[in-house]
């Protein structure tokens, strides 16, 4: 079984640009969250998406938007990027449905905002 | 707001010794909490994790604690090797699938 995917892996994008990252959940799982993982810290929630509806919101500006499709895979965008956007970012899948339950993650897209 | 603290930040051992990271959440309404092991440019992967109900779990050289009361719950390794080698997240989570992460322990197990 494929685990978690995310495309792509390393991006450079100029100030005020937008981007798109893309993850694939492992088969069977439902639910899926965006974290930012800043250098030398934890990752921060961002959004959580179970059967294509949010479920939660960090404390993220509008900029950051997300979306999940029929197949439960996500997409992350951001608009207007500011230096203060590069990082690591995230997905997790979860089978949701219930709580506590092992979120698995994906390897990540290195954003890198110039 | 949630918090999660975690101690020390880095943290040096001698192959065989012992690691202990300690973590302290905010919301008392978590009752999951994960322990994520990551390596230098991989995904942070889980290493154990422990629930409310459940005071100590262990799954071979590692064990993890858990104390309600005081908010408090710690990773213990035992005989370490140098393949422990990396940065330790804890993290916290209530009734939503939200984790709130501690802030890191670089653990360096030296041979």
């Known amino acids: 079984d494929a685990g978690v995917t995310q495309s792509p892996t390393h991006l450079i994008k100029t100030r005020g640009q937008h981007v798109t990252l893309r993850c694939s959940p492992i088969?069977?799982?439902?639910?899926v969250s965006w974290y930012q993982q800043v250098l030398g810290q934890g990752p921060q929630f961002i959004f959580q998406?179970?059967?294509?509806?949010?479920?939660g919101r960090g404390n993220f500006p509008d900029r950051f938007s997300a979306r999940q499709f029929p197949n439960y895979s996500s997409e992350l965008n951001v608009n207007a990027l500011l230096l203060g956007d590069s990082a690591l970012y995230l997905c997790?899948?979860?089978?949701?449905?219930?709580?506590?339950?092992?979120?698995?993650f994906g390897q990540g897209t290195r954003l890198t905002v110039v | 707001g949630e918090n999660v603290e975690q101690h020390p930040s880095t943290l040096s051992v001698q192959e065989g010794d012992s690691a202990v990271i300690k973590c302290t959440y905010s919301?008392?309404?978590?009752?999951?909490f994960p322990w994520y092991k990551q390596e230098l440019g991989k995904r942070p992967q889980l290493i154990i994790d422990?629930?409310?109900?459940?005071g100590e779990k262990k799954d071979q050289r590692i064990a993890v604690t858990l104390n309600k009361t005081a908010k408090h719950f710690s990773l213990h390794i035992t005989e370490t090797q140098p393949e422990d080698s990396a940065v330790y997240f804890c993290?916290?989570?209530?009734?939503?699938?939200?984790?709130?992460f501690g802030t890191g322990t670089r653990l360096q197990v030296f041979p």
């Open positions: 997790a899948s979860r089978k949701g449905g219930t709580t506590n339950t092992e979120a698995f």
């Open positions: 088969s069977g799982h439902k639910s």
């Open positions: 998406y179970y059967e294509k509806e949010e479920r």
């Open positions: 919301d008392s309404a978590s009752n999951y």
């Open positions: 422990i629930r409310s109900n459940v």
């Open positions: 993290a916290a989570e209530g009734g939503t699938d939200k984790l709130i």
